[in-house]
């Protein structure tokens, strides 16, 4: 799956502004916790994550295995924002099981090589859906790395800067 890419990191690292520079270029697919909760929100729900991981993390996984094979067959790049083996992290932190995750994540493969935004202080942000704060999301970001690393992944650390420059650092490593 070498045309499938990911770009990854902690929260608030930048990911979703420079899929969205990248989306003139490439197919490119938001963040699956987003989306869920999002479609909690439409439903009324209240935020599910802290309240029901499990569900949290099965809907995140069956959105993540999803978007792998609506876009496996795909001709041409696409750039995920997140892949499945981020969900390892949500596994961790919530303190749930990770064996369907790892299942998945062994049958569902990305390029080797993951795009990583690194922690960013200076862009960090809360919002309604993030609510670590900033050492919180590095944390976090640590066990994404980790997650990765244990599924065989490698990466190439995307420089912090401006996003027009992130966006031309990735297009030219694709």
């Known amino acids: ?11 608030g690292a930048g990911k979703t502004t420079l899929l969205k520079a990248l989306a003139a270029d490439f197919v490119c697919v ?18 599910i994550g802290d309240a029901a991981p499990e569900v949290f993390i099965a809907e995140m996984l069956a959105l993540a295995c999803a978007d792998h ?13 997140r892949g499945l083996p981020d969900l390892l992290a949500f596994a961790d932190h919530f303190g749930v099981g990770d064996a369907e995750i790892r ?30 704060d900033y050492e919180g999301a590095a ?14 992944y490698h990466f190439l650390e995307v420089p912090i800067g401006p996003v027009a420059a992130r966006a031309e650092f990735v297009r030219e490593n694709l």
Do not use: C, K
């Not at 799956?1 to 929260?11: E, T, V």
């Open 139 to 152: 944390r976090f970001g640590e066990r994404i790395r980790a997650g990765y690393v244990s599924a065989g």
């Open 30 to 47: 938001a963040e699956h916790a987003r989306r869920v909760i999002a479609t909690q929100r439409a439903a009324g729900a209240a935020f």
């Open 103 to 132: 299942g998945g994540v062994v049958q569902t493969r990305y390029h080797p090589t993951i795009f990583w935004l690194p922690s960013w202080r200076a862009i960090y942000e809360t919002d309604a859906d993030r609510q670590l």
């Open 69 to 81: 094979a609506e876009h496996a067959g795909h001709d041409g790049t696409v750039v995920f924002d």
């Open 1 to 11: 799956m070498n045309h499938l890419h990911i770009l990854s990191g902690p929260p």
